[in-house]
């Protein structure tokens, strides 16, 4: 069954705790042993006390004393026992649980892009949350409880055979009513708890959606929209959750009326072997309370069943994103790429989304240390997946990247990354401090070293008439600050990192001409002595590149400086001529 096989994973993550895991296990012997002997020992005073009419004074006083004295040990026994076993169980499920938080964090940090553009990110924290949360809850209450109750049933149960063959039966057939109840409640409800836990993932994702651009929601009038749409989606968690809980609440009605014809039968039936004189009134009693226990035990276990049968969803979806891989997976014995001098090279590099056509052809450049590359073209001609290649987002599907002489595929990412600095359109800021956004791009900075990169950047003038200096929160995604501001802060991190190769993704497109003005200053800052890629709309903005690439249908049609390029008369022209015509603003810059 699915949900064993979900559960036995979840069990198999304690793999490095196992030690601990084989003491509360024993510990958990011990706790269904001294259960088992405490209705027994019950049983065995009323037994003596039915016959205190047979005893003299002092052998009455003997026995009890004797069965008192084993019987408050066991229970003081049972008592250090079931508190030794919480606090253990309570560290092993807390401590796993953010192991494998943390474990979650990282492995979705380090999947490529190509994994976070098709997963949602309000769903990634929800499977993280719920799954985490999910097995907290399994291993604490195995450990703390249900193992004890799986012994007690599948060890201690058969032994009661040995004391009255017959009641035995009577509590053998308790337990197997509820083991077939409970299978089939699970296999009924396996597929439409799966589908209610869907449409909670997807009220998870609408949440995260609309709060994440709730400017676009108010501004277009979706307040109502944005509701009746999250209302739907929790009108379908109803309407798939309500029918498994139903089926839950009549196992439970069932189970519970078993049990309750389990202890009149016993009742019945003790008196009626008693009466032979086949049954003893202990045993009986001793049975009784047996079944009063194991009743306990297995509605217990039924709601610890019912409870991971919700949670399998929540798990399934935890372990398949543990078990992604990565699009661009590193090689065992993969070298450091060290700080060299930055030349890159294309050869014959072609690729293709998944999917998708033929994005990427042929594609061979070379950029010689300190060099500025200009990627040119119309949406879509391949600028920006080049420069995604370099990254080693993605793979190329035939030919080779090379930095320093180095293939890609043979370093480390994170020597390959470190190589590496990018200026997004969109600067991409944390919410954290300016300082914070800053280190991002190298820990171990001093302030020296900070306020430096900033001075370079033109940032260190505004950031010094914030509230705070550089102690300042920026909002989440920067919210606070200007674009133009934003926009310095990402270059001044790019030189903090001092990378020897830098990629300029339309750096400056979104900023009005005076921001432009300022933020060019930094960026020529940032460019000097650096290999620097310049993916850029605006053509007038690489007409110093030193060399400039034209970009169509994934190949490089035409490349050289801007004034051989626009005497050549090419796409390249076209393009800039097609922009003069609609931007005449452009045309001063151009000149």
């Known amino acids: 069954m699915y949900a064993l096989r979900v559960y036995a994973r979840a069990m198999g993550a304690l793999r490095n705790d196992r030690p601990i895991a084989i003491m509360l296990a024993i510990g958990s012997m011990i706790v269904a042993g001294l259960q088992f002997l ?39 026994l049972g008592i250090v026992a079931n508190v030794v076993s919480a606090v253990h169980s309570e560290r092993l499920a807390h401590r796993n649980r953010l192991k494998a938080m943390s474990g979650f964090f990282s492995h979705v940090l380090h999947l490529p892009l190509s994994f976070h553009g098709e997963a949602h990110s309000g769903r990634m924290m929800k499977i993280m949350l719920s799954g985490t949360d999910a097995l907290f809850g399994l291993w604490l209450s195995f450990f703390r409880e249900q193992l004890s109750t799986v012994i007690a049933t599948v060890v201690l149960l058969p032994l009661t055979l040995f004391i009255n063959w017959r009641l035995a039966l009577s509590l053998i057939a308790l337990v197997a009513v509820n083991c077939v109840l409970t299978t089939l409640v699970i296999r009924k409800t396996e597929a439409g708890q799966a589908k209610a836990q869907g449409a909670q993932m997807a009220l998870a994702g609408t949440a995260q959606d609309a709060l994440a651009n709730v400017m676009v929601v108010q501004s277009f009038t979706r307040l109502a929209a944005e509701t009746r749409i999250f209302g739907d989606i929790v009108e379908q968690v109803i309407r798939f959750q309500f029918p498994v809980l139903n089926w839950w609440a009549v196992v439970n009605l069932m189970t519970r009326a078993a049990s309750t014809i389990a202890v009149i039968w ?92 033929s994005t990427l052809q042929n594609v061979s450049l070379t950029a010689q240390p300190g060099m500025a590359i200009a990627l040119v073209g119309q949406t879509g001609a391949g600028k920006s997946t080049a420069m995604a290649l370099l990254q080693r987002l993605w793979d190329p599907i035939s030919g080779r990247i090379l930095i320093d002489g180095h293939d890609l595929r043979d370093v480390t990412l994170e020597s390959l990354r470190h190589t590496i600095g990018v200026v997004f359109q969109e600067s991409m800021l944390m919410n954290r401090s300016i300082r914070d956004n800053l280190l991002i791009g190298r820990p171990g900075a001093t302030q020296e070293q900070v306020e430096r990169a900033c001075i370079m950047a033109d940032a260190h003038e505004f950031i010094m008439r914030q509230p705070q200096g550089y102690d300042t929160m920026v909002g989440e995604r920067g919210a606070t600050l200007s674009g133009g501001q934003r926009q310095r802060l990402a270059i001044a991190r790019a030189l903090l990192k001092d990378p020897p190769i830098l990629i300029l993704d339309e750096a400056t497109s979104a900023l009005d001409a005076a921001t432009e003005a300022k933020v060019s200053r930094a960026l020529r800052a940032l460019m000097a002595g650096r290999t620097t890629f310049i993916i850029a709309h605006r053509l007038s903005t690489v007409r110093h590149a030193d060399e400039i690439l034209v970009f169509d249908n994934g190949r490089i049609v035409e490349n050289g400086t801007f004034d051989s390029l626009m005497a050549r008369r090419g796409r390249f022209a076209d393009l800039v001529e097609t922009q003069l015509a609609s931007a005449p603003a452009m045309a001063q810059a151009a000149e």
């Open 38 to 76: 405490d209705p027994v020992l019950f049983g065995s005073v009323i037994q003596m006390l039915s016959n205190s009419d047979k005893l003299s004074s002092n052998a009455l006083w003997t026995q009890a004393t004797g069965l008192l004295g084993l019987w408050a040990m066991v229970g003081l």
């Open 266 to 357: 016993i009742v019945v039936i003790g008196t009626y072997l008693h009466a032979g004189g086949r049954a003893s009134v202990g045993e009986i009693v001793s049975f009784m309370g047996l079944a009063t226990m194991l009743i306990g035990r297995l509605d217990s276990l039924l709601g610890f069943s019912s409870r991971l049968l919700m949670e399998v969803p929540n798990l399934a979806s935890f372990f398949a994103v543990m078990d992604t891989k990565s699009s661009v997976p590193e090689k065992p014995r993969a070298i450091e790429l060290t700080h060299g001098v930055g030349e890159v090279s294309f050869e014959n590099v072609s690729f293709g989304y998944p999917g998708g056509p």
